[in-house]
């Protein structure tokens, strides 16, 4: 069974610029959620999706997007990107609808670097 | 404001040694609380998981970690550790009342051969 697929697995970008990240959950699970990864802020919760639609929101800026589409992928998008940007960004999915009783499954992550 | 707090950021053990990490949270609602491991170099993988019954959960490698409702405390242990469990380890509830899973700041375990 695979795991989380995130693509790609790495990203150099400049700043300014924007920047999508791909996430396939395992097959079978429909909620996706997204986390970001620095040394000082830790795990921080962007966002979660279920059956195409936002879920739950963190406390990041409108730069940060994402969306889900009918087979459950999820993309995540980053405008106008700054150098605090640079982070590992995580995709965890879970089974059926997620949520509370449920257990989230991570993937390896997208490393961006902002320069 | 709901939080989760990791006591220790960095802890480090020689092998044999018995390890405790604290992880308190501030949730109202029902809590699931699971604790996470990042080895060197991989991915987030589940170590054990909370979610109703008996307070003392075992999960993989050995670990164990013990719900207490009254203190708001859900501490990770291990008898006695070995060099393979160097790697950070993170706590993470989940409120009935958000949906989210929330993560603490990590503790990184360093264990010495």
Not at chain 1, 15 to 42: A, E, F, K, M, N
Not at chain 2, 9 to 22: D, F, M, P, Q, R
């Amino acid at each position: 069974k695979a795991g989380v697929t995130q693509t790609p697995r790495y990203l150099i970008k400049t700043r300014g610029q924007q920047v999508t990240l791909s996430c396939s959950p395992i097959s079978g699970h429909r909620s996706v959620s997204w986390y970001q990864q620095t040394p000082g802020q830790g795990l921080q919760f962007l966002f979660e999706y279920f059956s195409e639609t936002q879920r739950n929101k963190g406390n990041f800026p409108g730069r940060f997007s994402g969306r889900q589409f009918s087979n459950s992928r999820s993309e995540m998008n980053v405008s106008t990107l700054e150098l605090g940007d640079s982070a590992l960004y995580l995709c965890a999915s879970s089974f059926g609808t997620g949520g509370l009783n449920t257990e989230a499954f991570f993937g390896q992550g997208t490393r961006l670097t902002v320069v | 404001a709901q939080s989760v707090s990791q006591h220790n950021h960095h802890v480090i053990l020689s092998e044999a040694a018995s390890l405790e990490l604290g992880c308190n949270y501030s949730y109202g609602g029902t809590v699931n609380l699971f604790w996470y491991v990042q080895y060197p170099g991989q991915h987030l993988q589940l170590l054990l998981k909370y979610f109703s019954g008996d307070p003392l959960v075992k999960g993989i490698k050995g670990f164990e970690a013990e719900f207490i409702k009254s203190k708001f405390s859900f501490n990770l242990r291990k008898p006695s550790v070995q060099w393979s469990d160097t790697a950070e380890y993170f706590c993470a509830p989940r409120s009935s009342n958000t949906g989210k899973l929330i993560f603490g700041q990590g503790t990184t375990l360093q264990v010495k051969p």
